[in-house]
């Protein structure tokens, strides 16, 4: 019965490879959102997606692409990935704001290492 | 520009302590996030503050929020170890989809 799940939970790989991370909810939330997570336990935002559409597109190189075929699933797809991009992905998904109980909830990340 | 600040970064403290971490953010918002996150782990949602004086207390933490300040504490009563961890505060301005985040106080307890 988990809530959000991503896969897979480790991903090494060689620079320039193409890769893609899977994530999957099952609270009936409308939203959900990809953050990147560096060494230093910063958290960025990369992007949201409200019932498919994408309502938040930060700044981040092109080569990432995400996909929403319903909005229960929101994948990520990583084209040429380069040294930089290895950190901790993170999938959450939320009800929408403004609501009573609109916190985020996180999946398990997926570890990503770029050789 | 929406900014997020919290500290400390990082505080080292031994059992039995009380502690305050402070988290201020830059304008206007009345909706708080705070998360915990264990090494290696995942973020869990600890407290939602959604209103001027809103005060949630589970176990050990306590967490206020002070809109006019612009200002949440979260207070640690008689730490244990298994406090240990890195908290994180988030704001959300104008109930916006984008949560702002601070950049998190690592927190150690010693035995």
């Known amino acids: 019965d988990t809530a959000v799940s991503q896969t897979p939970k480790y991903l090494v790989t060689q620079m320039g490879n193409d890769k893609s991370i899977k994530c999957e909810q099952n609270?009936?939330?409308?939203?959900m959102y990809w953050y990147k997570q560096d060494s230093k336990k910063f958290l960025k935002i990369m992007f949201s997606?409200?019932?498919?559409?994408?309502?938040i597109n930060e700044t981040v190189p092109n080569r990432f692409s995400p996909k929403s075929p319903d909005k229960a699933h929101l994948n990520l797809h990583i084209n040429s990935l380069e040294l930089g991009d290895s950190a901790v992905y993170f999938c959450?998904?939320?009800?929408?704001?403004?609501?009573?109980?609109?916190?985020?909830?996180f999946g398990p990340g997926t570890r990503l290492t770029v050789l | 520009e929406l900014k997020v600040e919290q500290n400390p970064l990082f505080l080292s403290m031994q059992e039995g302590k009380n502690y305050t971490i402070y988290c201020n953010y830059s304008?206007?918002?009345?909706?708080l996030y705070w998360y915990r996150q264990d090494p290696g782990k995942s973020l869990e949602s600890l407290f939602v503050?959604?209103?001027n004086g809103a005060v949630k207390q589970e176990g050990r933490l306590m967490a206020s929020l002070d809109t006019k300040a612009r200002l949440s504490t979260l207070h640690i009563t008689a730490a244990v170890h298994d406090l240990s961890a890195t908290y994180f505060c988030?704001?959300?301005?104008?109930?916006?989809?984008?949560?702002?985040w601070g950049a998190g106080t690592k927190l150690i307890i010693k035995p």
């Open positions: 988030a704001v959300n301005f104008d109930s916006n989809y984008q949560l702002i």
């Open positions: 304008t206007t918002s009345d909706r």
């Open positions: 503050l959604l209103s």
């Open positions: 609270l009936g939330h409308d939203t």
């Open positions: 997606y409200n019932n498919k559409e994408l309502i």
């Open positions: 959450a998904s939320s009800s929408s704001p403004g609501l009573a109980r609109d916190e985020q909830f």
